[in-house]
């Protein structure tokens, strides 16, 4: 796993998925925590999630457009699919799913970030 100064010194025109991914683990544990799963905090947690994401991407002053979703589901045992697709540069775009989970339940964000031209 890269160091933290691999991170600041990655080229500016790529996306950096693992630095993308230690960004959204952190704003999920930052916004959900340790809590268990509780339907009326979901709308908070997922807009809160969001939110993070979107603030930390933007503050390194890369050239990107972002689009941050964020799904949570109590853990009961039920399926859960995603998928996405897109079409772009991939020499220049790049997108990241996170799935993170605790006892009660499971939160997936994706992270889709396109280049400026």
């Known amino acids: 796993m890269p160091g933290m100064e691999d ?15 230690a960004i959204v683990k952190e704003c999920i544990e930052g916004v959900v925590g340790a809590d268990d799963y509780s339907q009326g905090n979901v709308n908070k947690w997922t807009a809160g999630i969001v939110e993070r994401c979107l603030t930390q991407f933007v ?27 897109c079409y772009w540069d991939t020499s220049m775009d790049g997108s990241s799913t996170v799935r993170w989970e605790n006892r009660t339940m499971y939160c997936v964000v994706s992270v889709f970030a396109v280049a400026i031209a």
């Open 59 to 85: 503050k390194q002053g890369k050239p990107y457009k972002y689009i941050v979703t964020c799904a949570v589901m109590q853990k009961t045992g039920a399926g859960l699919h995603t998928a996405n697709s």
């Open 7 to 21: 991170f600041h010194n990655s080229s500016e025109g790529t996306f950096n998925s693992e630095e993308a991914d």
